[in-house]
Nanobody, 124 residues
Framework: QVQLVDSGGGLVQAGGSLRLSCAASARTFSSYAMGWFRQAPGKEREFVAALTWGGAGTFYADSVKGRFTVSRDNAKNTVYLQMNSLKPEDTAVYYC?????????????????WGQGTQVTVSS
């Protein structure tokens, strides 16, 4: 079992930055690949970014490429999402997720554990 706690969301003006954190309870955090997803009101949850187990491999949705950076600190059992140049369309609840299987990093169904979500609101 893995428990994930998301934090770092808030209200920011367009063009601003936020850093989300996801703290994991797993003793073997490094054995999980991690991802970030988001869900805007009235929309389906969508992929944002993901990391491989060691963190060397990263994946990004086209809509955030060049603006968001995903990273992990295995010593702190934490994964981060640095979000720069935020836009109003980035407004959503952001969720971190963990997977142990070597499956697609962009598919929701690949992930076994989810955080509770943290709200990000970008004003224009």
């Amino acid at each position: 079992q893995v428990q994930l706690v998301d934090s770092g969301g808030g209200l920011v003006q367009a063009g601003g930055s936020l850093r989300l954190s996801c703290a994991a309870s797993a003793r073997t955090f490094s054995s999980y690949a991690m991802g970030w997803f988001r869900q805007a009101p009235g929309k389906e949850r969508e992929f944002v970014a993901a990391l491989t187990w060691g963190g060397a491999g990263t994946f990004y949705a086209d809509s955030v490429k060049g603006r968001f950076t995903v990273s992990r600190d295995n010593a702190k059992n934490t994964v981060y999402l640095q979000m720069n140049s935020l836009k109003p369309e980035d407004t959503a609840v952001y969720y971190c997720a963990a997977r142990s299987r070597p499956s697609s990093p962009t598919d929701l169904g690949s992930y076994d554990y989810w955080g509770q979500g943290t709200q990000v609101t970008v004003s224009s």
